[in-house]
C-alpha cells in the first residue's frame, strides 16, 4: 500500500521522540495516536478474534515494542517497510543472539515477530511471501478466516479428498487443506467458490524457497479436490505435474510475425480440435524461429519469398526432434535430439502452407500476396500396413493380464487402484478404442438390450465421439461387463470434467482422485504391461489395429470392421485387407488351385485336337462304317499315338512313289510345298497351269482303293481312272470316308474322288 499524507513513510521528531521511550505509551494521544490506530485495530480485528477485551494487551504492547525498533532501525514508519529490509534486519538479529536463542525464550522472541509482518499484511502494507509461511504455517490463515472457519474448511476438504480416493488424511490435511488455507489467505477471499485456476497458478508461480515438487503437489491435490465441490467455476483440474516448467514462447520470430500467427491460431481454433491448433502453434513456431535465425531482416510474413521456402525445406531433412521449438514447453516431445520423421516433416511443411493459404484467402495485410508453393513441394507418405502385435506376442500379453495380481501391480508401479487398471486393460484386449476415445469414456458407457424373442441380455459400449467426429456402439462381452462393474462399485463420486471436443462436462469413467486417465498414463500402463509380458514395448494403437487383424482372420466382413473401427469409408478398412498373413495365404491358394485346375483343362484339350489324336479318330470312324478295310484298321492293330511316324515331305513321298528324282532336287533346289503360300506380288498361273497342278498333287499323293491297295494309275492317268471307284459308293459321305486323305475328300476339283 502507497503512504499517503495520512500514512507518511518518515519519521518526525514527536514520532521519533516517543518511539525512543521505553516503555511505549499505550495510549498515546493526538497525532501519535492516530499513527497507530490502524495497526491497534488490525492486530485486534484478525489476531485476537473472538479473545476476551483485555487478553491481546501484553501481545499488542509487544509487538508495539517490535515495530517500534524496526522503525529506528530502518529509518522509516511501518508504512514503508519491504520484505527485503526486514528479512535483513531478521537475519542481523538472528546473527546478533537476540532472535531465536534457546527454546524456552523462543516463543517470547518469535511470537512478535510473527504479529509484527502480520498485522502489517491483512491492511495491505506488506505482500505475502514465503516468511509468513514459514514462521508458522497455521497462524496466519487461521487469522485471517478465524479458527472455527478455518477449521471447518479444512474437516470439508478431507472428508472430500477421501470420498475421491485418497488414503492418508494426515497427509491431505498437512498438504492440501494447509494449501487451501494459504491460497484463501493470499488471495484475500474467505469462500472456496470464490477461487479460479488463475488463482491457483498465481500461488504456484510465487518466490517460494520450498520444493517446487511439494508446491506443485499441494496445489494439484487443491485443484482436484475443489472440482469434486464443484468450484473452480466448473473448470476441470489439471493433469498430475502440474503446468509446463516453461511457458511457450516464440523464440526469435519477429513481433510481426507472431501477430500474424496469433491471429490466424486464434480463428482456426474456431473450427478445428485443440489438438490441431497444436499442431499448428508447433509448426510456425518452428518456421518462424528458424526464419528468424536465416534471415534475420525478415520482419513481417510479406517479406518471405520463394527461397525462403526452399531453404526451409532443406532445412527440414537434417533438424532434429527439439530444434527451434520449445523443448519441455508447452508440448511434450518424446523422442528429443532424434531426427525428424518423415510425417513429421510432412506435416511441419504442410501446417506452413495452409497458414500462407488461408492468410491470403482472408487477405491478411501482411500477407505475401503470391503463390510461394507449387505442386509437389509437399511429397507423398508412403502407405504403410498397420502395425500389428505378432500373434506370440499377443498370447503373451493376455496371459500376463489374465494373471495379474495386486502384488504384482504395485511391484511394477502400475495404475491404482488395482480394479481400475484390470478395467482399462480389459476395454483395451476388447474395444478396439483409439487412446483418446479410451480415456474420455464415460460412467454411461454400457448400454444393455434385451431381445424380444429368447429374452437373452446383450451388452454394447457407447465410444464418445473422435478424431472423425462420429460415435458409435461396439458390442462387448460379459467379461469386460464385469470388469466395469468391479470398478465402478470402487470409483465413488468423482468431478466432473469438461470434455475438450465437445465442450460439456462429462463424468469421465476412468477418474480417480479427481484426475481422469491420459493418453501419455495409458502408454506408460501397456509398457509395463509389456515389461511384465517379456515382449517389446507396443502402444495403444497397435491393440486396435491387432483386433482388427484378427477379426478379419476370422471372417469378418471389412464393412462390419470398418463401423465398428469408426471409419468413415471403406478405403480407410482397405488397409486391413492387406495384412493378414492367414487370410491371403488361403485366398493365394485358392487362386493358384483354380490356376492349375484351369491349365490341367487346357493341356487335356490339347491332347484332344492333336494331329495324332485326330488321325487316330479318323480311322475309329472308318471301323464304324463298316466294310472290307476294317480288318485292318481295329484298334488294337493301330500304332500308337504318342509318337507317330514322322511323314516325309510331299515332294519327297512323290519321289519315293515314282522311284524318280524330283526335277527340283536333281537341281539342289527344294519344291516348293503344294499348300505353301504365294509370294507377295507373284503372278498367278493360269487355268491350265493349275489343272496340270492339281494332277500333279493327286499322282504325289496317291489314293487308296476299297481293298486298301494304293491306285497310282488311276491319279497318273487323270480323273476317268477314278470314276469305277468313284461311282462304287452310293452316296457322297460314303466316297469321301473311303478315301483315306483329307485333302482328297474335300477338295471341290473335278476329277477328285469327291
Same mark, same amino acid.
Given at each position: 500500500?502507497? *503512504? ?230 466448473? &473448470? ?126 482472408? &487477405? ?72 483418446? &476415445? ?182 475309329? *470312324? ?87 491297295? &494304293? ?44
Amino acid at each position: 500500500m502507497t *503512504a499517503t499524507a495520512e500514512q507518511p513513510p518518515a519519521l518526525w521528531p514527536e514520532l521519533r521522540a516517543h518511539l525512543q521511550r521505553q516503555p511505549l505509551r499505550v495510549y498515546p494521544h493526538g497525532s501519535i495516536k492516530r499513527f497507530w490506530a490502524p495497526f491497534d485495530e488490525t492486530f485486534r480485528a484478525y489476531l485476537y478474534r473472538g479473545k476476551p477485551p483485555l487478553a491481546h494487551r501484553p501481545w499488542l504492547a509487544a509487538a508495539r515494542s517490535l515495530c517500534a525498533r524496526l522503525m529506528l532501525d530502518l529509518d522509516c514508519t511501518y508504512w514503508a517497510f519491504d520484505w527485503g529490509r526486514l528479512l535483513a534486519w531478521q537475519d542481523a538479529q538472528a546473527a546478533d543472539g537476540e532472535i531465536g536463542r534457546t527454546k524456552p525464550h523462543r516463543k517470547r522472541d518469535e511470537l512478535p515477530w510473527v504479529h509484527v509482518p502480520a498485522t502489517l499484511y491483512f491492511p495491505g502494507v506488506l505482500p505475502y511471501h514465503e516468511a509468513l509461511y514459514r514462521n508458522n504455517y497455521h497462524f496466519l490463515p487461521h487469522k485471517w478466516l478465524g479458527r472455527e472457519r478455518a477449521r471447518q474448511l479444512s474437516d470439508d476438504f478431507v472428508t472430500t479428498a477421501l470420498t475421491i480416493g485418497y488414503r492418508h488424511a494426515r497427509q491431505v490435511r498437512k498438504q492440501g487443506a494447509t494449501t487451501l488455507l494459504h491460497l484463501l489467505a493470499f488471495t484475500r477471499k474467505t469462500d472456496p467458490a470464490a477461487l479460479t485456476t488463475t488463482d491457483l497458478e498465481d500461488w504456484e508461480r510465487r518466490p517460494t524457497t520450498r520444493s517446487v515438487r511439494v508446491t506443485r503437489a499441494g496445489v494439484t491435490c487443491v485443484q482436484r479436490v475443489l472440482a469434486a465441490q464443484g468450484y473452480l467455476s466448473g &473448470e476441470p483440474p489439471r493433469a498430475a505435474g502440474g503446468p509446463a516448467k516453461t511457458s511457450f514462447g516464440w523464440g526469435r520470430t519477429a513481433p510481426e510475425i507472431v501477430a500474424t500467427c496469433e491471429r490466424f491460431l486464434r480463428d482456426l481454433g474456431t473450427v478445428r480440435a485443440p489438438g490441431t491448433v497444436g499442431g499448428y502453434k508447433v509448426a510456425l513456431r518452428r518456421f518462424g524461429d528458424w526464419l528468424g535465425a536465416y534471415d534475420p531482416a525478415i520482419r513481417s510474413i510479406a517479406e518471405v519469398r520463394r527461397p525462403h521456402i526452399e531453404a526451409y525445406k532443406q532445412a527440414l531433412e537434417t533438424m532434429r526432434c527439439g530444434d527451434y521449438t520449445n523443448a519441455n514447453a508447452a508440448f511434450h516431445i518424446a523422442h528429443l535430439g532424434e531426427p525428424l520423421s518423415a510425417a513429421h516433416k510432412v506435416r511441419a511443411i504442410s501446417c506452413v502452407r495452409a497458414f500462407l493459404e488461408r492468410i491470403e484467402v482472408l &487477405e491478411y495485410p501482411e500477407r505475401p500476396g503470391r503463390p510461394l508453393f507449387v505442386r509437389g513441394d509437399v511429397r507423398t507418405l508412403d502407405q504403410e500396413i498397420p502395425r500389428f502385435i505378432p500373434e506370440a506376442d499377443w498370447h503373451r500379453i493376455v496371459a500376463a493380464v489374465e494373471q495379474l495380481t495386486p502384488e504384482q501391480a504395485t511391484q511394477h508401479r502400475l495404475l491404482s487402484p488395482f480394479v481400475r487398471t484390470r478395467a482399462i486393460l480389459a476395454v483395451l484386449l476388447e474395444g478396439v478404442l483409439r487412446a483418446g &476415445e479410451l480415456c474420455r469414456l464415460d460412467t454411461a458407457c454400457l448400454v444393455s438390450t434385451r431381445d424380444l424373442h429368447s429374452h437373452a441380455e446383450t451388452y454394447w459400449l457407447r465410444v464418445p465421439v473422435g478424431k472423425l467426429k462420429n460415435d458409435r456402439l461396439i458390442p462387448i462381452r460379459p467379461r469386460l461387463v464385469e470388469a466395469i462393474d468391479a470398478w465402478m462399485r470402487v470409483r465413488g463420486p468423482q468431478p466432473m470434467h469438461r470434455d475438450g471436443r465437445t465442450g460439456k462436462r462429462r463424468d469421465l469413467l476412468f477418474t480417480w482422485q479427481g484426475a481422469h486417465l491420459q493418453g501419455h498414463a495409458l502408454n506408460a500402463l501397456i509398457a509395463r504391461i509389456c515389461a511384465l509380458a517379456g515382449t517389446p514395448r507396443y502402444t495403444s494403437h497397435q491393440f486396435r489395429h491387432t483386433l482388427a487383424v484378427q477379426w478379419r482372420q476370422s471372417g469378418m466382413k471389412l464393412e462390419t470392421i470398418g463401423r465398428l473401427l469408426g471409419h468413415r469409408t471403406l478405403q480407410m478398412t482397405l488397409r486391413y485387407a492387406a495384412v493378414m498373413p492367414e487370410t491371403a495365404r488361403r485366398e493365394f491358394d485358392a487362386a493358384f488351385a483354380k490356376i492349375d485346375e484351369e491349365h490341367r483343362g487346357v493341356s487335356h484339350l490339347r491332347v484332344l485336337l492333336s494331329p495324332e489324336a485326330h488321325l487316330a479318330a479318323r480311322r475309329v *470312324a472308318r471301323i464304324a462304317l463298316g466294310g472290307p478295310g476294317d480288318r485292318l484298321l481295329r484298334p488294337e492293330r493301330l500304332p500308337p499315338v504318342r509318337q507317330p511316324p514322322r511323314l516325309p515331305a510331299l515332294p519327297q513321298l512323290h519321289q519315293h512313289e515314282r522311284g524318280s528324282a524330283a526335277p527340283g532336287a536333281a537341281a539342289g533346289q527344294p519344291d516348293r510345298a503344294p499348300h505353301a503360300p504365294r509370294a507377295r506380288g507373284a503372278r498367278r498361273p493360269s487355268g491350265g497351269a493349275r489343272q496340270r497342278h492339281r494332277g500333279t498333287r493327286r499322282e504325289a499323293r496317291g489314293c487308296r482303293g476299297g481293298d486298301g491297295t &494304293e491306285q497310282e494309275a488311276g491319279h497318273r492317268a487323270g480323273p476317268s481312272a477314278c470314276q469305277p471307284a468313284r461311282h462304287a459308293l452310293t452316296t457322297p459321305s460314303d466316297r469321301r470316308a473311303a478315301c483315306p486323305i483329307s485333302p482328297c475328300s474335300s477338295t471341290k476339283s473335278r476329277g477328285g474322288c469327291s
